[in-house]
Every structure is written in C-alpha cells, then in structure tokens.
C-alpha cells in the first residue's frame, strides 16, 4: 500500500508526502498476530496507521475481562486522541493478524515547527475527519450493545455490516469469541443464538462469512 494513498495523507502530493518523510515524523514496524502494539496505562507521542493486517483496540479489566471496542483495517489509524492529547492510555491495540503499521509521531507534528510546511494545514483537516469517523464508530457500538437480548445485538451488528457492505452477504472482521467480545456477550449465548437464527432461517453463515435471508 502506497502511504501517500491513505487517508490520513489525502491532498498532499508526492513531493508534499517526501518532505514531510524526509521532516523525520514517521516510522515503520512489523507486528505478529497477538503483538501488543500500543499498552494499556502507557502513554504515546505516536498515533499508527495501519498499512496491512488488522488491529483490534482492547479494554481489558483488572479480572481479566476483555471487550472488543472496535477493529482496525488497512489505511485506518489508532491511537490519535492518546497520541495528541499525552493522556494515558484505556485501551491496548492488539495485532489481530500479522500488521504493519506507519507510526506518525503526533507531539512533534503539533510542536508549531511545521506551521509553514504546505501539507501541515491539509494534515490537520485529515486528523479532523479521521477522529469523527472513530467517533461515529464507537458510537455504532453503544447502538449494537444496548439492547438487552443476544438475538437483538446481533440483529443491530449484523444489519450494519449489510448496510455497510452495501449487500446482504458479507464478512465480519471477527471471529466466534471476538464477536462475543465486541457485543458484550458470553461467547456460548452468543454460539446458540446464532444456531437459532440460521434454524428459524434468518441467516446463513461459515466461519464469518454472513448472509441474511429474505423472508
């Protein structure tokens, strides 16, 4: 993936992308499935963006109960309100797959060094947009775990992901127990729920790869 492609990077030319490379504020890592790339109770000059793989961003308690609070795709960034604001971090980002990211160290960007550099404004106005839509996407969770039965949460997940994917079969980024985690379920309510829906026909699936039935 061509980092001057992400959306992070939108408007800025070659040249624009090449001097702000050359400036010294990114770096690039590898990451195995299972690698904790940002950790819980640390802090961060650096939000990433992901240029391969999946990352799942994590909050685990102090008895051991996890929750999946969203997933990281190719061209997504994480980590930016911790990244801009040096507040500790709430949250691990986990490698949910073999990852690599472009890390963008965000103190040094916002230092004011960079005010005149032509891509600083049109960097800004990404940033902008980019924390909206992580806005908008943890408040798609609130809606999928509010309601109080299991059949209700998978009902609002599942039709999101159609609308989004713009067809009534599609793939979801998680698998049995990740799912549990994302919607706040036990992942064996969640297992025979799941078993009900196809029985009573309102959907096929293998693996998580979904298809909603017509009635």
Known sequence: MNPVNLPIFMGLSEEEFEDMKASRLMSRKKFGRGDVILHMGETTEKLGILTAGHVHIESVDLWGNKTILSDVGPGQVFGETYALTGDMLMVDAVAASDA????????????????????????????????????????????????KRVRSRLQSYLSYCALKAGSQEFEIPFDRQQLADYLNLDRTALSKELGRMKKEGLLDFRKNHFRILED
């Open 100 to 147: 690599e990211v472009l890390f963008l160290n965000a103190k040094k960007l916002m230092s004011g060094s960079f005010r005149t550099r032509p891509w600083f404004p049109k960097m800004l106005r990404n940033l902008l947009m980019l924390s909206s839509r992580k806005n908008l996407v943890l408040s798609n969770r609130i809606f999928h775990t509010s309601p």
